[in-house]
């Protein structure tokens, strides 16, 4: 059975920074590229950054500068630590892993800034 356990969300301030963690179970963690997304009501859910089996990384222009993704393979766990936070990240974050055709899904966890 695959599980995506996100941990790590909050209230914060504006200006203020959290570290989410994704611990995984049932994959082969090492072969699955991993990613963070977010959503708010009524809107799509977004990609937010991503982290290659190779740890290749890339984020979405809105975070470049404040987020870090970042994977402990030997932990079968990706993090990401997010810096300077805007009200506008406020969302819940979800962990997705994928390897080949095959993508799972944490639960997810809330994020909230205030301004």
């Known amino acids: 059975q695959v599980r995506l356990v996100e941990s790590g969300g909050g209230l914060v301030q504006a200006g203020g920074s959290l570290r989410l963690s994704c611990a995984a179970s049932?994959?082969?963690?090492?072969?699955?590229?991993m990613a963070w997304y977010r959503q708010v009501p009524g809107k799509q859910r977004e990609l937010v950054a991503a982290?290659?089996?190779?740890?290749?990384?890339n984020y979405a222009d809105s975070v470049k500068g404040r987020f870090t993704i970042s994977r402990d393979n030997a932990k079968d766990t990706v993090y990401l630590q997010m810096n300077s936070l805007k009200p506008e990240d406020t969302a819940v974050y979800y962990c997705?892993?994928?390897?080949?055709?095959?993508?799972?899904w944490g639960q997810g966890t809330q994020v909230t800034v205030s301004s």
């Open positions: 997705k892993s994928n390897f080949r055709a095959y993508d799972y």
């Open positions: 049932g994959i082969i963690f090492g072969l699955n590229a």
């Open positions: 982290i290659s089996s190779a740890g290749a990384t």
